[in-house]
């Protein structure tokens, strides 16, 4: 064999066995990187596991496009995702507990006691949200351990309005609230007991007042939502009026809001959880804001002002 041929087959073996080196060591350090049992491969939360969370979606099935938008951008981030209807769906697959019922209430209530029932042992906390709302799923769970919330605490929470005749707080429910295993427990249980009036729920009265009235019976108590700055996690309006119409044109809000602010808007956390999505394909915007865009610089983050 000549020499240069002998120098080129040397040159190709370094270099084969140089990739076999590199491959060896990329597929060491995937095999090191540390995956997380049971969590989707598109969560990366380091409290999936934790802090286990069923999101519930009631909608109207003659209107079910929104829902479903629900189920394929943030309701993936759920440990566990039910949709409440009045008939099936070929994506969702809803649980439909009375045939062509409308009444989001009556959905609720029935959606309720069978998340409990049914799932009561894959989750810890259970979230009701409107299916028009954007949920981070991350921050609800960060949120729950900074404050060192349990499940075997009977507590909920949400945006809380102001009960004009008690003046006592309640969760408006079109804002999203969360029940932990406890409370659900026991409005599952006393929503069986044909004794117990304080929950036997109307159809389309206000599910805020009415659940409020049955879980303060059960001694079910309403615990803070709100960021370390006293700012909103679950936000009861849209963006729009969030950062350009403000309160002005929600004088309801103004008057009704438990934790009256000067400011003419409410004050948006920055690791909020629940938004109002005013249009149903806004969802996939969100989504791609809230997970994929990156930032150089996360610095950067604390000092933009998001205000007009």
């Known amino acids: 064999m000549s020499s240069p041929r002998r120098v080129f087959y040397c ?56 829902a479903r938008y629900v189920k394929r951008t943030w309701g993936k981030h759920c440990n566990v995702l039910l949709f409440v209807s009045g008939d099936i769906d070929g994506e969702l697959e809803p649980f439909v507990p009375v045939i062509n019922s409308t009444d989001v209430w009556t959905l609720v209530q029935q959606g309720l006691k069978h998340a409990y029932e049914f799932y009561g042992h894959r989750a810890d906390w259970f979230l009701r949200v409107e299916p028009s709302s954007f949920v981070v799923v991350e921050n609800l769970r960060y949120m729950i351990d900074r404050r060192k919330y349990l499940p075997s605490q009977a507590i909920y929470f949400g945006y809380e309005l102001e009960n004009i005749e008690t003046h006592k707080p309640f969760i408006h429910h079109k804002s999203g609230y969360v029940m932990s295993h406890e409370a659900l427990r026991r409005y599952t249980m006393a929503s069986k007991d044909i004794d117990n009036k304080e929950c036997h729920h109307r159809k389309s009265s206000n599910e805020g007042l009415d659940l409020y009235g049955c879980l303060n019976h059960v001694n079910v108590t309403i615990v803070e939502s709100r960021d370390e700055l006293g700012n909103e996690t679950f936000l009861p309006i849209t963006m729009d009026y969030q950062f350009l119409d403000g309160y002005d044109h929600i004088p309801w809000l103004r008057n009704l809001t438990y934790h009256k602010v000067p400011m003419d808007t409410v004050p948006i956390s920055s690791r909020a959880i629940c938004f109002h999505v005013e249009y149903p394909l806004e969802m996939y915007d969100y989504y791609y804001f809230v997970y994929r865009v990156k930032i150089f610089g996360s610095l950067l983050q604390n000092s933009i002002d998001f205000r007009p």
């Open 11 to 66: 040159l190709l073996l370094v270099l084969i066995l140089f990739v076999l080196i590199t491959l060896y060591l990329n597929s060491t350090a995937i095999q090191k990187t540390p995956v997380r049992k049971g969590s989707p491969k598109h969560v990366s939360d380091p409290l999936y596991d934790e802090i286990r969370i069923l999101c519930m979606i009631p909608y109207s099935y003659q209107y079910p496009k929104t």
